[in-house]
């Protein structure tokens, strides 16, 4: 014969974990049919409340897609508005390279020849420097424009125009990002 595992319990029974089944022995006086309906009312209990944390797991999870979602958008926009506030104070400052960005629209424009760059009366100084010789600037015509601003530039060709201008570059980046945050949704 097995060996019988025998308890005395000095209350009522909350939950049971049976590791090995060998028998069970109970206490005496105790109806293996009272025994099995506590053990039923306790597995139902048990079944419930594994019910009940499964749907408030999933509510959190629900709430924490959530707030991911919106903080992405928010932080998207947060860095976006923290560059264009870097942005006004370096142009403010006068730390940007204006060749730099007439070059850059210079290679976005369909064409090299019959080329206007229209740019802020304060940069067309500096770009005039530029333009003598055989600068990068040789063969293209600077005017003045009061309407666009410092570090932006419009270049005007008979293909088409190149707007080198902040805010565009800002919404640019603007789209992009909420492009990708919609894409992590």
Request: glycine letters at 4%.
């Given at each position: 014969m097995s060996d019988?595992?025998?308890?005395?319990?000095?209350?009522?029974?909350?939950?049971?974990?049976?590791?090995?089944?060998?028998?069970?022995?109970?206490?005496?006086?105790?109806?293996?049919?009272?025994?099995?309906?506590?053990?039923?009312?306790?597995?139902?209990?048990?079944?419930?409340?594994?019910?009940?944390?499964e749907a408030a797991a999933e509510k959190l999870h629900r709430i924490y897609e959530k707030m991911i979602v919106e903080h992405r958008q928010a932080i998207a926009k947060l860095a976006v508005d923290i560059?264009?506030?870097?942005?006004?104070?370096k142009v403010k400052d006068g730390d940007y390279q204006i060749e730099s960005i007439?070059?850059?629209?210079?290679?976005?424009?369909?064409?090299?020849?019959?080329?206007?760059?229209?740019?802020?009366?304060?940069?067309?100084a500096r770009c005039q420097q530029m333009q003598q010789g055989d600068g990068a600037f040789a063969s293209v015509k600077l005017v003045a424009d009061p309407d666009i601003g410092p570090a932006q530039c419009v270049i005007d060709t008979p293909k088409g125009k190149v707007e080198a201008l902040i805010e565009e570059h800002l919404e640019q980046v603007t789209r992009a990002l909420t492009k990708a945050v919609q894409a992590k949704q």
């Open positions: 019988m595992l025998t308890l005395k319990l000095a209350m009522p029974i909350n939950s049971i974990k049976v590791t090995e089944s060998q028998g069970t022995a109970v206490e005496p006086g105790t109806s293996p049919a009272d025994l099995q309906g506590e053990l039923e009312i306790q597995k139902q209990r048990y079944e419930q409340a594994m019910q009940v944390l560059a264009r506030k870097i942005l006004a104070q007439i070059q850059e629209a210079l290679n976005n424009s369909p064409t090299r020849q019959n080329v206007v760059v229209r740019l802020n009366p304060q940069d067309l």
